[in-house]
């Protein structure tokens, strides 16, 4: 599915982006911006190997919701020096593309 594959490339950049991050943030921002985006492949895949159109739907909101969780934590991100606007705007116009296509 190209919405799995692009959410597994999205996450890679959320992994490259983050190694930037100050050493003080691996249990803080880091952590969160990683998990948030391991989840939304996963849940797409989990949610594609189901058996009814409605359990592959829930698992589809939980991986908005992980959209959703890491555009907040790239802002603030962002409002603390640790990440750049360009980086910034790149990889929310790449979350919009997931969240269209979910």
């Known amino acids: 599915m190209e919405i799995w594959k692009k ?5 890679k950049d959320i992994y490259k982006v983050t ?3 100050p050493e003080g943030e691996k249990f803080g921002l880091v952590n969160q911006l990683r998990r948030a985006s391991v989840s939304i492949p996963s849940n797409i895949a989990e949610g594609a190997s189901r ?3 409605k359990d592959f739907s829930r698992f589809l909101q ?3 919701g992980s959209c959703y969780e890491i555009e ?3 802002l603030i991100a962002n ?3 640790f ?3 360009e980086h910034l705007l790149d990889l929310r116009s790449k ?3 997931i969240i269209k296509m979910t």
């Open 19 to 21: 190694e930037d991050f």
């Open 72 to 74: 907040t934590q790239m």
């Open 51 to 53: 058996d009814s159109a």
């Open 95 to 97: 979350l919009e593309a």
């Open 79 to 81: 409002d603390l020096g």
């Open 62 to 64: 939980i991986a908005i």
């Open 83 to 85: 990440l750049s606007k």
């Open 7 to 11: 959410s597994r490339s999205f996450c």
